[in-house]
């Protein structure tokens, strides 16, 4: 793929409720792109059967999510659903600077704190179809006990308020819709002149 010279890439934040699909989109994605590098955050919640610690997150205790916090190393970080979840700063310096493209899987607290730092990110938010078709998504999944079920659902209906403060909206109802018109952002966004 071309790249400008001297250009730093592009910081792409992708937010939405639980079980909305941007896992399930962003896996798809990053099978069609070597030249988009996705953040692996740390997190304090126990791993789901299947997730492996450094590829789906970095799993860690609380106590070392403080130390990290108190070391400067997140570039964001939040309590998500009772849970600790954050961006290691490194990371995603060191390919924006580099000139390639970052893309982060966070939730809308994260991605406050990343327009204050990077205005010039690209805000995407992936809304589901209904908001029965969300709770039906989390239960299929299997991975939340009712508890955090109500949690989370809660939590959506709260943070879908926050569509407006996104560049982006796009909802995931077919996948392969919602797949080509997250391609389609980061296309044009790259062909951008300023930003
Ligand atoms: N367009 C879609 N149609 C039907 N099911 C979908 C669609 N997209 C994702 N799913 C399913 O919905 C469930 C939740 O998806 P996924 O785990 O990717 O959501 P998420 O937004 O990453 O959730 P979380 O924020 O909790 O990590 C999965 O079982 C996934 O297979
Ligand atoms: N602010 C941040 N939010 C994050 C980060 N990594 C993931 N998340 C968000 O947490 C919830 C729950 O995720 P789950 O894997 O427990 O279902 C979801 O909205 C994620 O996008 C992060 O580094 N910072």
């Known amino acids: 793929?071309?790249?400008q010279q001297?250009?730093?890439g592009?910081?792409?934040i992708l937010?939405?409720?639980s079980g909305v699909g941007k896992g399930t989109i962003?896996?798809?994605l990053m099978d069609n792109y070597d030249d988009i590098h996705y953040s692996i955050s740390a997190t304090t919640r126990e791993a789901r059967v299947g997730e492996e610690d450094g590829e789906d997150y970095y799993f860690i205790s609380e106590d070392k999510f403080e130390s990290l916090v108190e070391?400067?190393?997140?570039l964001e970080w939040a309590q998500v659903h009772n849970n600790y979840y954050g961006t290691p700063k490194k990371y995603v310096e060191e390919n924006l600077n580099q000139g390639e493209d970052v893309i982060l899987e966070i939730d809308i607290q994260g991605a406050q704190q990343i327009k204050e730092k990077f205005p010039q990110g690209v805000f995407i938010f992936l809304l589901p179809p209904s908001l029965e078709e969300l709770k039906s998504r989390i239960h299929h999944r299997g991975t939340e006990t009712e508890d955090a079920i109500q949690t989370r659902m809660k939590n959506a209906k709260k943070e879908m308020n926050k569509v407006e403060d996104y560049d982006y909206a796009v909802v995931n109802d077919e996948i392969e819709e919602a797949i080509n018109k997250l391609e389609a952002i980061i296309i044009a966004e790259r062909c951008k002149v300023k930003s």
């Open 1 to 3: 793929m071309l790249k």
């Open 6 to 8: 001297d250009k730093r």
């Open 10 to 12: 592009n910081l792409i």
């Open 15 to 17: 937010s939405g409720p």
């Open 26 to 28: 962003l896996s798809a």
């Open 71 to 74: 070391k400067d190393d997140f």
